[in-house]
């Protein structure tokens, strides 16, 4: 995903952080699901979790967020995984980040993971080489997935970009009214 990302000539989104969303960024960002078929080589689990590296950062109360994390790693899941601000719409402008997914974590059983790897891979491709040439965000890559090939193994919950993406997953709540879903 690397190499189709930093070599490609498709443009930049229009509507892009200029210190941040480079090539390299976003070459980088796209590669998430790829490092966890790869670890998947060299690990046994069941679920393959991504979490980012300044995810901590994001959260109210780290300490229980961390839990979270050692929880879910023996916990079982049938879908993919993955918190999101945005409710599921049609449409999709490449040119802009669409938060459907929050992007900084999520769970994907290995039942899943070559699947969606394919997925983002062929969805990814067509992006920079077909639908106008545009390198855009991963979780831009995913709304397409799911949207197109991904509505049987992937669960999206509602989250915002904070301790919203652990907690909801499995308490149910709503991140702006805090009751039950």
Same mark, same amino acid.
């Given at each position: 995903m690397w190499n189709l990302g930093i070599n490609t000539d498709a443009s930049l989104p229009n509507e892009t952080n200029t210190t941040k969303d480079t090539r390299e960024y976003l070459s980088l960002m796209n590669t998430k699901v790829e490092f966890l078929l790869r670890s998947a080589e060299i690990c046994e689990d069941d679920n393959l979790i991504w979490i980012d590296f300044a995810i901590l950062k994001l959260f109210k109360d780290p300490q229980r967020c961390i839990q979270y994390f050692k929880d879910y790693a023996t916990m079982a899941f049938d879908?993919?995984?993955?918190?999101?601000?945005?409710?599921?719409?049609?449409?999709?402008?490449?040119?802009? $980040?669409?938060?459907?997914?929050?992007?900084?974590?999520?769970? *994907?059983?290995?039942?899943?993971?070559?699947? =969606? %790897? +394919?997925?983002?891979?062929?969805?990814?491709?067509?992006? $920079?080489?077909?639908?106008?040439?545009?390198?855009?965000?991963? *979780?831009?890559?995913?709304?397409?997935?799911? =949207? %197109? +090939?991904?509505?049987?193994?992937?669960k999206w919950y509602y989250a915002l970009h904070d301790d919203g993406m652990l907690t909801s997953l499995i308490e149910n709540v709503d991140p702006w009214t805090g009751q039950k879903i």
């Open positions: 879908k993919v995984n993955i918190p999101g601000c945005w409710y599921k719409e049609e449409a999709l402008y490449l040119n802009a $980040i669409h938060w459907r997914f929050c992007g900084s974590f999520f769970i *994907v059983p290995r039942i899943h993971l070559a699947q =969606f %790897y +394919k997925d983002c891979k062929d969805s990814f491709t067509g992006f $920079i080489t077909h639908d106008g040439h545009i390198l855009t965000w991963e *979780v831009n890559v995913w709304n397409h997935v799911e =949207f %197109y +090939k991904g509505k049987d193994y992937i």
